[in-house]
């Protein structure tokens, strides 16, 4: 009981927590550039923000220009209004190999709170670790940070400096790790069906609008060296605080899983794949 109370309160002070950074103003461009749906993405705010637009004929997405072998990556972003039941907006890494590494973040559509977040981890090819959470605010309201670390140790998804998912180095396990380079994605596309429930998109509430910001990027970019390089500690976000969560993040994380995570992977398992315990 005491200790779910000290959660809940270590938990409102992180999501109330705001970044002591001055207001980001790094343009879109600097980092990324649109990869598809062209005529559906538009730069505003002097560059620093854009708005990413689906409809009937199209959606649209984002990369960056480098690729990234480690880094606490983060972007802030807000999500289709309206009923969005069968839209998805997603942030997350990707190494676009034959057997890929991926991190995801995907929000799907809905027509009120709670919104689901769902996170999933790809390392050499296999995925099929969905985790769900209803965020506890409404993410088509305003602008909310997403974040994922990615060193040698854990990789962890952060929502407003709250982690919500964990996922260890656990190669002495025999569970693959992702170490292949990544390249930064954003997008929003019609997932009708599997994002809804079976439901299909309402395109009467069409056009569905995502907005980004905050390009600069904290990572290990690999140009002409190999990703080993990435995993020195000469990179702040591999040094030894980052390595596992402290004792508030783990206080907070509990109560995330406690309280707003409703689906985890490891429980459609009877004998629950090695990772599943230690990254509780
Ligand atoms: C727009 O951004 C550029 C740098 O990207 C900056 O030099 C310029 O002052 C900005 N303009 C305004 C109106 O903020
Ligand atoms: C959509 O919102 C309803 C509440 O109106 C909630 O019960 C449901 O879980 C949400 N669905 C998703 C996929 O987030
Ligand atoms: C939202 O849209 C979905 C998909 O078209 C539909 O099934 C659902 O009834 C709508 N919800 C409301 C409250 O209108």
């Not at 209004?81 to 839209?87: F, L």
């Not at 942030?91 to 190999?97: D, E, M």
């Not at 907070?252 to 309280?259: C, F, I, N, P, S």
């Amino acid at each position: 009981m005491e200790s779910w109370i000290l959660g809940l309160f270590v938990f409102l002070f992180l999501a109330s927590a705001k970044t002591s950074k001055a207001r980001n103003s790094a343009s879109f461009y600097s980092n990324y550039y649109v990869t598809w749906g062209f005529d559906h993405a538009l730069p505003i705010n002097n560059e620093t923000e854009i708005q990413l637009t689906l409809d009937q004929t199209s959606g649209s997405g984002f990369e960056s220009k480098w690729r990234y072998g480690s880094g606490f990556f983060h972007i802030r972003m807000k999500i289709p209004d309206k009923n969005s039941t069968g839209v998805l907006t997603a942030f997350y890494l990707t190494s676009r190999s034959s057997d890929h590494d991926e991190l995801d973040f995907e929000f799907l559509g809905n027509n009120t709170a709670p919104y689901t977040l769902q996170t999933n981890v790809f390392a050499n090819g296999q995925g099929g670790r969905e985790q769900r959470i209803h965020l506890w605010f409404d993410p088509t309201k305003d602008f909310h940070s997403y974040k994922i670390l990615w060193n040698q140790h854990q990789i962890v998804f952060y929502v407003d400096n709250v982690p919500i998912r964990v996922f260890k180095n656990n190669r002495k396990m025999g569970v693959n790790y992702p170490n292949q380079p990544m390249q930064i994605e954003g997008s929003v596309w019609n997932a009708e069906g599997w994002a809804s429930g079976g439901k299909r998109t309402d395109w009467n509430q069409a056009p569905f609008k995502a907005y980004f910001r905050e390009f600069d990027i904290n990572g290990c970019v690999l140009h002409d060296y190999a990703v080993e390089k990435c995993y020195s500690s000469h990179f702040w976000w591999n040094r030894e605080k980052f390595w596992k969560l402290n004792p508030k993040d783990l206080k907070a994380y509990e109560h995330v899983r406690t309280k707003y995570m409703y689906y985890d992977y490891c429980s459609r398992y009877s004998k629950p794949p090695p990772e599943c315990k230690s990254n509780q």
